[in-house]
T-cell receptor, first 117, second 116 residues
Framework: AQTVTQSQPEMSVQEAETVTLSCTYDTSESDYYLFWYKQPPSRQMILVIRQEAYKQQNATENRFSVNFQKAAKSFSLKISDSQLGDAAMYFCAYRSGDNFGNEKLTFGTGTRLTIIP | EAGVAQSPRYKIIEKRQSVAFWCNPISGHATLYWYQQILGQGPKLLIQFQNNGVVDDSQLPKDRFSAERLKGVDSTLKIQPAKLEDSAVYLC??????????????FGPGTRLLVL
C-alpha cells in the first residue's frame, strides 16, 4: 500500500518570504499522480498543484511550485512571496495511475502553515 | 461553474442515532468520492462511485455506513447507528473521469459531524 509522509506538522513564514513544505511517499508503482491541497479553516479542500510522475518538469502555478524527485520519492511545495491568504493546512496526496478501481487519494497528515505579518 | 455541494454543513447527534449526508457533484462529473477526515488527520476514502456503480468501498464500515448514488448524480451517505468515533468531517469529491488528465478531484465544503 502507498503511504504519504509529511514530517512538518507546523511551519511559519514571514509575509512575502518563501517557504518549502516537505512530502515523501512510498510506492512500488511507476505511474502515479501527486497533489498538494490547501485546507483553510473553512475546511474546503482546494487543489494547489498537481504533478504527473511521468513528467520530469516540475509543475508551477503562479507563486506555487514543486520540487519532484522521483528517485528519492520526494515532492516538496515551494510557496514564494507568501501572503496572509496562504495560511492553511496543506496536504500532500498520492493517486495511483491505475485506472481500474484504484483512483483514491492517499493523504499525508498535513502541515499547518502560519503566515507572520 | 458550480462546485461540489454538500449539506448539511454541521450536524450534532447522540450516539446510536442515525444521520445522512447529501452531496451534489460538479455537473458532468462521473466519479464521486466520500472521504472521512478525523481531526488532525488527512482524509481517508470511504467509498468511490463511477456513475451509479461502486468502484471501491473497501474502507467503508458496512455494518453501520451505507451510501448510494441513484441515477449517477447526487449521492447520500448514511450512518446508522452512529458511534462516538464517527465524529469527523465528511468530504465529498468528484472528478470528470478517472484518467486522461481528468482525474483531478474537486472537493465540497464538507459536513462536520459531532456524535455525543
Amino acid at each position: 500500500a502507498q503511504t504519504v509522509t509529511q514530517s512538518q506538522p507546523e511551519m511559519s513564514v514571514q509575509e512575502a518570504e518563501t517557504v518549502t513544505l516537505s512530502c515523501t511517499y512510498d510506492t512500488s508503482e511507476s505511474d502515479y499522480y501527486l497533489f498538494w491541497y490547501k485546507q483553510p479553516p473553512s475546511r474546503q479542500m482546494i487543489l494547489v498543484i498537481r504533478q504527473e510522475a511521468y513528467k520530469q518538469q516540475n509543475a508551477t502555478e503562479n507563486r506555487f511550485s514543486v520540487n519532484f524527485q522521483k528517485a528519492a520519492k520526494s515532492f516538496s511545495l515551494k510557496i514564494s512571496d507568501s501572503q496572509l491568504g496562504d495560511a492553511a493546512m496543506y496536504f500532500c496526496a498520492y493517486r495511483s495511475g491505475d485506472n481500474f478501481g484504484n483512483e483514491k487519494l492517499t493523504f499525508g497528515t498535513g502541515t499547518r502553515l502560519t503566515i507572520i505579518p | 461553474e458550480a462546485g461540489v455541494a454538500q449539506s448539511p454543513r454541521y450536524k450534532i447527534i447522540e450516539k446510536r442515532q442515525s444521520v445522512a449526508f447529501w452531496c451534489n457533484p460538479i455537473s458532468g462529473h462521473a466519479t464521486l468520492y466520500w472521504y472521512q477526515q478525523i481531526l488532525g488527520q488527512g482524509p481517508k476514502l470511504l467509498i468511490q462511485f463511477q456513475n451509479n456503480g461502486v468502484v471501491d468501498d473497501s474502507q467503508l464500515p458496512k455494518d453501520r455506513f451505507s451510501a448510494e448514488r441513484l441515477k449517477g448524480v447526487d449521492s447520500t451517505l448514511k450512518i446508522q447507528p452512529a458511534k462516538l468515533e464517527d465524529s469527523a468531517v465528511y468530504l465529498c469529491a468528484s472528478s470528470l473521469a478517472s484518467s486522461g488528465n481528468q482525474e483531478t478531484q474537486y472537493f465540497g465544503p464538507g459536513t462536520r459531524l459531532l456524535v455525543l
